[in-house]
């Protein structure tokens, strides 16, 4: 596509639940990056991909939230038993290249736990 | 660690003024990358601009320029003449290398840019 695609854009969930975030990178794009961006922390880098594999997931905050992706192209973001903490924008970025290259970021997805 | 530092919560100014975003980023990478995005209303991140660790010049783009001083860690960003949708907020990011393909970015924490008409 275009661009960065993430869906859903909104989401509401009740606390405990497990919901699930997909990004859509650019055609071609092998980087992928999610972030998660709250009032509270600014925007935190979470997991790193490069193809299917993750060579960096340090920015995971807990074993409840995974992350895969699949074909070197769609990603999902798990999230597992949802607290009420965990209430953020969640944004996806591609890049076509390594270091140095600048994201393009998708719209985000609005996760609010009630 | 890494850290960067936009002191500037918000700013307001009145249209055709210039306005200087200032960032100030603490790393002890000997190579990195510092980046202007901008967040509109809208949310997406919009990339703007990008310089390296080992090149100071500094650059006009259109409206925009950008001050890079390694001696004192800032990477400034000025919009000349500004505009009303230049409203939004502007991070700065610091980037370092992850493996050969990726990076890790830091982002500051923001200003939001008013512009009023």
């Known amino acids: 596509g275009a661009g960065v695609s993430q869906s859903p854009s909104n989401k509401v969930t009740e606390k405990g639940k497990d919901v699930e975030l997909r990004c859509d990178p650019i055609?071609?794009?092998?980087?992928l990056y999610w972030y998660r961006q709250s009032l509270g922390q600014g925007l935190e880098f979470l997991i790193y991909?490069?193809?299917?594999?993750?060579?960096?997931k340090s920015g995971l905050p807990s074993d409840r939230f995974s992350a895969e992706r699949t074909g070197g192209s769609v990603s999902t973001l798990t999230i597992q038993r949802t607290q009420q903490e965990d209430s953020a924008v969640y944004l996806c970025?591609?890049?076509?290249?390594?270091f140095g290259y600048g994201y393009t970021f998708g719209s985000g997805t609005r996760l609010t736990v009630v | 660690a890494q850290k960067v530092t936009q002191a500037q919560t918000e700013i307001s100014v009145v249209e055709k003024e210039d306005v200087t975003l200032d960032c100030v980023y603490e790393?002890?990478?000997?190579?990195?990358?510092l980046f202007w995005y901008k967040q509109p209303p809208s949310g997406e991140l919009v990339f703007l601009i990008r310089?390296?660790?080992?090149?100071?010049q500094n650059e006009i783009s259109g409206r925009y320029s950008w001050n890079f001083q390694k001696s004192t860690s800032s990477f400034n960003f000025t919009i000349t003449a500004s505009q009303v949708v230049d409203s939004a907020v502007y991070f700065c990011?610091?980037?370092?290398?992850?493996?050969?393909?990726?990076?890790?970015?830091?982002f500051g924490p923001g200003t939001r840019l008013s512009v009023l008409p």
């Open positions: 970025a591609s890049s076509l290249g390594g």
């Open positions: 055609s071609g794009h092998t980087a």
């Open positions: 991909f490069q193809g299917n594999s993750a060579p960096d």
């Open positions: 790393t002890r990478d000997t190579t990195y990358y």
């Open positions: 310089r390296n660790s080992f090149d100071e």
């Open positions: 990011a610091l980037s370092r290398e992850i493996d050969n393909y990726g990076q890790n970015f830091v």
